[in-house]
C-alpha cells in the first residue's frame, strides 16, 4: 500500500509538471514528500539492488559452461556496481579483461580496457585511466568502440575536472570530446540526443536545450536511469536562467530516481542540499548531505566524495554556528520570562495589599447600608402609595407574563418533541432501519403537524390579547368582503398576516418565514386585503395597527 500510495504521489507531480501547472510551491511540497519518503526507504531500495546482484552472482557458481558465458555475467555485474560500488565494478570487469586476454578476443579486450579505465576514472585513479586508455590503438576501431572510447575519455576529463577543481586544461580537453563523440554516436541513441541537449547548453542556448530535454522527457519512462540524466541535465539548464523552483523540481526528480534506483552517484542530491543550504534550511540541507556523503562513500566514487567534502565542512560549521544562535536565543528567552515571573510575584503582593484595603471600605461601606436601610424604609412607606397606582399596570404586566410563560412553555414542548423526534431517528440509525430513516426523514407530516399547533397557539395567544381583532378587523372592510372563519379555525392565513402587523411585525421576508410562504404570496394578501378595504387603500393598514389599543388602556 506504501509503494501504491508513492507511485500515485509521484506520478500526480510528473503530470502538474508536464502539463505547465502554475502552483510551483505546492509541487514542490509534493516532490519533496516524496523525496523524503525514499529517503525513509532507502535501505529498502538498496536491499532490492543487492539481491538483484545476488541473483546474477549466484549464475556464476552454476559453473557456466563456457569462458564467455562468464564473460558476459561479469559485464553484468560490473554494470549493477558501476555507480553503486566501484570497486566491485573494477573487479569484475579485471575479470572480463583477463577473459578476453586469454582467449585474444580484440573487441571484448578493446571495450573490457574501455569499461576499466572509466572506472578507473570514477574511483580517482586517472593515471592509471589514461594509461588504459592511450594501451588502445584507437585509429583501428569500429565506429560503436569509438564512441565509446570518446565517452571514457570524456568522462575521464570531467571526473578529473571535478577533482582537480575545475583544472582548465581539464575543462579544454572535456569540451573537446563533446565534439569528438557528436561525429561518431548513433545518432538514433538516446545517449547522443542527451549529449546534443548538453551542449547546446553549455553553449548558453538555454531555450534549445530546455526544448530538446523536454522532448527526451516526453518519450522517457519515467524512473528509468536515463530519465535522472535528463531531468538533472533540464535542472542545470534552469540554473543560469535565474529559475531555481524549476531548477529545484527537476533535481528532486533526478534525486528521486537515484534513491528509487540505488543509484549512489548521486549529483542531484548534493545540489539539492547546496539550494537547502543558500535557503537556511539547514536541518533538511543537513540530512540531504548526510546521505550523499553516505552514498559517496559506500560507492568510492572519488569525485563526488571529494565534491561535496568542502561543502558538507561547511554546513557543519553553518549548522553548529545556527545551533549557538538558538541556544543563545533561549538562554534570552529564560531571562525574560524570569523577568515576568518576578514582576508577576510583585504583582501579586500588590493585589493581596489591594484585597485588604478593600476589606477595609467594605465596612466603612456596611455602616453606610444600615443608614441607607433607614432611608430605604422611609421610602417603602411612600412607595406604597404609588404602588397602589401601578396596580392596573402590573395586572396588564401579569397578563404579559402568563403569555411569556405559555410562550416558554410551548418552546420547551417543542425541545421534547425535537429530543424525542432526534431519539427515535437514533435508533432507527443504530439498528439499521435505514429505508424507515429515510421514510421518516422524508416525511413532512409531523413538521406540519408541529406548525398546525405553532398557528393555533399564536391565534388562541394573539386573540387573548385582542379579542376584538377579527369584528375590528371585518369593521375596516366592505360589507360583502368580510372574512368569515371556519369553525375549526381561529384565524386564517389573511388575518395571522395582518395580526403580525399589529404585532408591529412589517418585514414581509419574517412573516413568509413564519407562515411557510413566498414573500409573493404575502405581498399578494396584503394587497388583496387593501383593495378589500372601505377606507382609503392607504391608510388600511395604519387602521390595523390601532385595534385593540383602546382596550389595552382601560
Same mark, same amino acid.
Given at each position: 500500500?506504501? $509503494? ?7 506520478? @500526480? ?13 505546492? %509541487? ?9 519518503? @525514499? ?20 549464475? /556464476? ?29 573494477? !573487479?569484475? #570487469? ?9 582467449? !585474444? ?13 572509466l572506472l578507473c576514472s570514477m574511483r580517482g585513479r586517472y593515471l592509471e585511466a589514461e594509461k588504459i586508455l592511450q594501451s588502445i590503438n584507437s585509429s583501428s576501431l569500429d565506429k560503436n568502440l569509438r564512441a ?26 572535456? *569540451? ?23 551542449? *547546446? ?12 530535454? +523536454?522532448?527526451? =522527457? ?16 533540464? *535542472? ?32 542531484? /542530491?548534493?545540489?539539492? #542540499? ?26 568510492g566514487i572519488h569525485f563526488r566524495t571529494s565534491q561535496i567534502y568542502q561543502f558538507y565542512t561547511d554546513l557543519n560549521a553553518q549548522y553548529k554556528q545556527e545551533e549557538t544562535k538558538q541556544k543563545a536565543k533561549? $538562554? ?11 514582576? =508577576? ?19 466603612? =461601606? ?8 433607614? %432611608? ?25 407574563? +402568563? ?52 398557528? +393555533?397557539?399564536?391565534? &388562541? ?15 375596516? =372592510? ?22 403580525? /402587523? ?13 407562515? $411557510? ?12 386585503? $387593501?383593495?378589500? &378595504? ?18 389595552? !388602556? +382601560?
Amino acid at each position: 500500500m506504501k $509503494r501504491t500510495a508513492f507511485f500515485i504521489l509521484f506520478a @500526480c507531480c510528473w503530470v502538474s509538471i508536464f502539463s505547465q501547472t502554475p502552483d510551483t510551491g505546492t %509541487l514542490l511540497r509534493q516532490l519533496s514528500d516524496s523525496l523524503n519518503y @525514499c529517503i525513509k526507504h532507502r535501505q529498502e531500495y538498496i536491499n532490492k539492488k543487492e539481491t538483484r546482484i545476488r541473483t546474477i552472482k549466484h549464475r /556464476l557458481t552454476n559453473k557456466p559452461q563456457d569462458d564467455w558465458q562468464r564473460y558476459e555475467i561479469y559485464d553484468q555485474l560490473s554494470k549493477e556496481y558501476q555507480k553503486f560500488n566501484v570497486d566491485s565494478a573494477i !573487479h569484475y #570487469a579485471e575479470k572480463k579483461l583477463e577473459l578476453s586476454t586469454l582467449h !585474444h578476443k580484440s573487441t571484448e579486450l578493446t571495450r573490457s580496457k574501455i569499461d576499466l579505465s572509466l572506472l578507473c576514472s570514477m574511483r580517482g585513479r586517472y593515471l592509471e585511466a589514461e594509461k588504459i586508455l592511450q594501451s588502445i590503438n584507437s585509429s583501428s576501431l569500429d565506429k560503436n568502440l569509438r564512441a565509446e572510447y570518446y565517452s571514457a575519455y570524456h568522462q575521464f576529463w570531467e571526473y578529473y575536472s571535478i577533482s582537480s577543481r575545475d583544472n582548465a586544461y581539464a575543462k579544454k580537453q572535456f *569540451a573537446l570530446y563533446d565534439d569528438s563523440l557528436i561525429h561518431v554516436m548513433d545518432h538514433s541513441s538516446i545517449s547522443y540526443k542527451i549529449l546534443q541537449a548538453n551542449i *547546446a547548453g553549455n553553449k548558453k542556448q538555454y531555450l534549445e536545450a530546455e526544448k530538446k530535454f +523536454k522532448e527526451l =522527457l516526453a518519450d522517457e519512462e519515467i524512473g528509468s536511469a536515463h530519465y535522472a540524466m535528463i531531468t538533472c541535465g533540464l *535542472a542545470f539548464n534552469y540554473m543560469p536562467l535565474n529559475q531555481p523552483d524549476q531548477a529545484q523540481i527537476y533535481f528532486t526528480l533526478s534525486a528521486i530516481t537515484d534513491l528509487r534506483n540505488a543509484t549512489r552517484e548521486n549529483m542531484s /542530491l548534493q545540489i539539492l #542540499a547546496m539550494m537547502e543550504f543558500q535557503n537556511k534550511n539547514l536541518e533538511l540541507a543537513s540530512t540531504y548531505a548526510q546521505i550523499a556523503v553516505e552514498d559517496a562513500v559506500a560507492s568510492g566514487i572519488h569525485f563526488r566524495t571529494s565534491q561535496i567534502y568542502q561543502f558538507y565542512t561547511d554546513l557543519n560549521a553553518q549548522y553548529k554556528q545556527e545551533e549557538t544562535k538558538q541556544k543563545a536565543k533561549l $538562554r534570552t528567552s529564560l531571562i525574560v520570562i524570569s523577568c515576568i515571573s518576578f514582576c =508577576l510575584i510583585l504583582l501579586a503582593i500588590y493585589i493581596v495589599l489591594q484585597i485588604r484595603r478593600i476589606s477595609r471600605i467594605k465596612e466603612t =461601606l456596611s455602616q453606610s447600608n444600615e443608614q441607607l436601610r433607614e %432611608l430605604n424604609n422611609r421610602l417603602n412607606l411612600m412607595n406604597e402609595e404609588l404602588n397602589h397606582k401601578n396596580e392596573e399596570l402590573h395586572e396588564i404586566g401579569n397578563i404579559k407574563e +402568563k403569555y411569556i410563560a405559555q410562550f416558554f412553555d410551548l418552546c420547551s414542548s417543542y425541545i421534547s418533541k425535537m429530543e424525542n423526534y432526534q431519539n427515535q431517528l437514533y435508533k432507527l440509525a443504530i439498528n439499521h432501519h435505514y429505508e424507515m430513516l429515510v421514510k421518516r426523514l422524508k416525511s413532512t407530516s409531523q413538521i406540519d403537524e408541529e406548525l398546525e399547533a405553532l398557528y +393555533k397557539h399564536f391565534d &388562541s395567544i394573539f386573540l387573548s390579547l385582542y379579542p376584538t381583532f377579527i369584528e375590528e378587523f371585518n369593521a375596516l =372592510l366592505s360589507e360583502n368582503e368580510k372574512i368569515t372563519l371556519k369553525s375549526e379555525h381561529l384565524l386564517n392565513k389573511e388575518l395571522r398576516i395582518y395580526a403580525l /402587523l399589529r404585532l408591529g411585525l412589517v418585514d414581509s421576508n419574517k412573516m413568509a418565514s413564519f407562515l $411557510r410562504c413566498s414573500i409573493s404570496t404575502i405581498y399578494n394578501y396584503r394587497t388583496k386585503m $387593501r383593495n378589500k &378595504s372601505r377606507i382609503e387603500r392607504d391608510d388600511f393598514e395604519n387602521q390595523v395597527m390601532q385595534i385593540g389599543k383602546a382596550d389595552t !388602556h +382601560k
